[in-house]
């Protein structure tokens, strides 16, 4: 088996010599022409089933050469037995919900996630009943109907590392599913860790570059069989563009990750000197990792960190406002940086107590860090903060003379 970073490069690119090609080649067609009506029919019914196609693609929302592609490549990136791609994560987290659903009636997840996958699972819009955990409190709260075990790690916004291991062995067989999307596959492969299903929002670093959404899970073929039968009956599909722009994204992800780690690394370093910030967050620091996991289930501590302002929200949304580099947008993974206040916006949806129990406060600002040079993401992060700070004092200094 090759490595990770061979596979980013030839994953789903295996029969390039037979088409005589050297790029991916793009499979627009919605539909496609049956030349055997009966082979047809039954064709279409297995991959109504979650099958693969033994014959034609029949309609685009069952099958598509395109968006096969990058699923191959994702499966073999990941370890697993199949991978099953959608048009966005959230409607990767919606199908594998449903899957879960049909095999018992009950979920556990670890806070925090995903603001909206946090949003999904309590609007119990699936009608499916959940428990928010700690990850100590999941052997306790599986129950005979628990079909799923769902988890974050490095966790969206707060970068709270979870050992999946422990996870596994806590949660007594019930399916794991870990949403990896912070890691990518070149810093963490949680089925090799023994979880069942892996997932990613492949809108941030597979793609890369901010102009492509989608989504993709891999792992366990019985499982992912199911998950692509509801793909089917939902329609919630890749478009074969998308496909090709996350699978293209891939060639880099190994050099594009390594060097937005490393500058994170370095920013992270220099962001916890800074006299404007009371904390940094970022997994490469002992106290973050108290567990020790990178370097062991992870294989560096990424390229996303956060950081509490001291000034609270006026502070923050200040900082965000007067970067000049740096881009104020949600998202993340991105070749450039990104800085977001996730309790107003990804995070938005989470109930305020949630929030505060979970350290998601008014003061916390989240950032992606790109390729640019680092020392030129600290200068604008700090004329930012200075800039944002005097606004802030002259602020308490008017309403201080007004009193």
């Given at each position: 088996?090759?490595?990770?970073?061979?596979?980013?490069?030839?994953?789903g690119?295996?029969?390039?010599?037979?088409?005589?090609?050297?790029?991916?080649?793009?499979?627009?067609?919605?539909?496609?022409?049956?030349?055997?009506?009966?082979?047809?029919?039954?064709?279409?019914?297995?991959?109504?089933?979650?099958?693969?196609?033994?014959?034609?693609?029949?309609?685009?929302?069952?099958?598509?050469?395109?968006?096969a592609?990058?699923?191959?490549?994702?499966?073999?990136?990941?370890?697993?037995?199949?991978?099953?791609?959608?048009?966005?994560?959230?409607?990767?987290?919606?199908?594998?919900?449903?899957?879960a659903?049909?095999?018992?009636?009950?979920?556990?997840?670890?806070?925090?996630?995903?603001?909206?996958?946090?949003?999904?699972?309590?609007?119990?819009?699936?009608?499916?009943?959940?428990?928010?955990?700690?990850?100590?409190?999941?052997?306790n709260?599986?129950?005979?109907?628990?079909?799923?075990?769902?988890?974050?790690?490095?966790?969206?916004?707060?970068?709270?590392?979870?050992?999946?291991?422990?996870?596994?062995?806590?949660?007594?067989?019930?399916?794991?599913?870990?949403?990896?999307?912070?890691?990518?596959?070149?810093?963490?492969?949680?089925?090799?860790?023994?979880?069942?299903?892996?997932?990613?929002?492949a809108?941030?670093?597979?793609?890369?570059?901010?102009?492509?959404?989608?989504?993709?899970?891999?792992?366990?073929?019985?499982?992912?069989?199911?998950?692509?039968?509801?793909?089917?009956a939902?329609?919630?599909?890749?478009?074969?563009?998308?496909?090709?722009?996350?699978?293209?994204?891939?060639?880099?992800?190994?050099?594009?990750?390594?060097v937005?780690?490393?500058?994170?690394?370095?920013?992270?370093?220099?962001?916890?000197?800074?006299?404007?910030?009371?904390?940094?967050?970022?997994?490469?620091?002992?106290?973050?990792?108290?567990?020790?996991?990178?370097?062991?289930?992870?294989?560096?501590?990424?390229?996303?960190?956060?950081?509490?302002v001291?000034?609270?929200?006026?502070?923050?949304?200040?900082?965000?406002?007067?970067?000049?580099?740096?881009?104020?947008?949600?998202?993340?993974?991105?070749?450039?940086?990104?800085?977001?206040?996730?309790?107003?916006?990804?995070?938005?949806?989470?109930d305020?107590?949630?929030?505060?129990?979970?350290?998601?406060?008014?003061?916390?600002l989240?950032?992606?860090?790109?390729?640019?040079?680092?020392?030129?993401?600290?200068?604008?992060?700090?004329?930012?903060?200075?800039?944002?700070?005097?606004?802030?004092?002259?602020?308490?200094?008017?309403?201080?003379?007004?009193?």
């Amino acid at each position: 088996m090759y490595s990770r970073d061979t596979q980013t490069i030839h994953g789903g690119r295996e029969d390039f010599s037979t088409l005589g090609v050297h790029a991916a080649p793009i499979d627009l067609s919605t539909t496609y022409p049956i030349s055997d009506l009966e082979g047809e029919r039954d064709n279409l019914l297995a991959m109504a089933h979650g099958e693969a196609p033994n014959g034609g693609s029949v309609y685009a929302r069952l099958h598509n050469p395109t968006v096969a592609r990058f699923e191959s490549a994702m499966a073999q990136l990941e370890r697993g037995d199949d991978a099953v791609a959608f048009a966005s994560g959230m409607a990767t987290l919606t199908a594998i919900l449903m899957a879960a659903k049909a095999r018992g009636n009950h979920v556990v997840a670890i806070r925090p996630i995903y603001g909206g996958s946090d949003h999904l699972l309590t609007s119990e819009l699936l009608g499916l009943p959940v428990t928010f955990v700690n990850p100590d409190e999941v052997s306790n709260a599986i129950r005979p109907e628990t079909s799923l075990v769902i988890l974050e790690t490095p966790a969206n916004p707060t970068l709270r590392l979870v050992s999946i291991r422990k996870i596994v062995e806590a949660a007594k067989g019930v399916p794991v599913l870990v949403d990896s999307t912070f890691a990518t596959p070149i810093l963490q492969c949680p089925l090799e860790l023994g979880a069942t299903l892996v997932m990613h929002s492949a809108t941030k670093y597979i793609g890369g570059h901010g102009d492509a959404m989608g989504g993709v899970v891999s792992g366990n073929a019985e499982w992912i069989k199911a998950i692509r039968s509801i793909r089917v009956a939902t329609g919630a599909v890749l478009h074969p563009m998308a496909a090709y722009t996350l699978h293209r994204g891939l060639q880099t992800l190994g050099a594009r990750v390594r060097v937005a780690q490393a500058n994170a690394t370095q920013l992270a370093f220099s962001l916890r000197e800074h006299p404007f910030i009371e904390s940094v967050w970022y997994p490469g620091f002992r106290d973050c990792d108290t567990d020790q996991l990178v370097g062991d289930e992870l294989r560096g501590p990424g390229a996303m960190l956060g950081f509490t302002v001291r000034g609270g929200f006026e502070v923050a949304a200040d900082v965000m406002k007067f970067v000049r580099l740096c881009t104020p947008a949600v998202s993340l993974g991105s070749t450039d940086t990104l800085i977001q206040h996730p309790a107003a916006l990804t995070h938005g949806v989470v109930d305020e107590e949630v929030k505060n129990k979970l350290g998601i406060s008014e003061s916390f600002l989240r950032l992606s860090v790109g390729l640019e040079d680092p020392r030129d993401l600290l200068a604008d992060l700090s004329q930012a903060l200075e800039k944002a700070s005097s606004h802030h004092a002259a602020r308490v200094d008017s309403e201080s003379r007004v009193a």
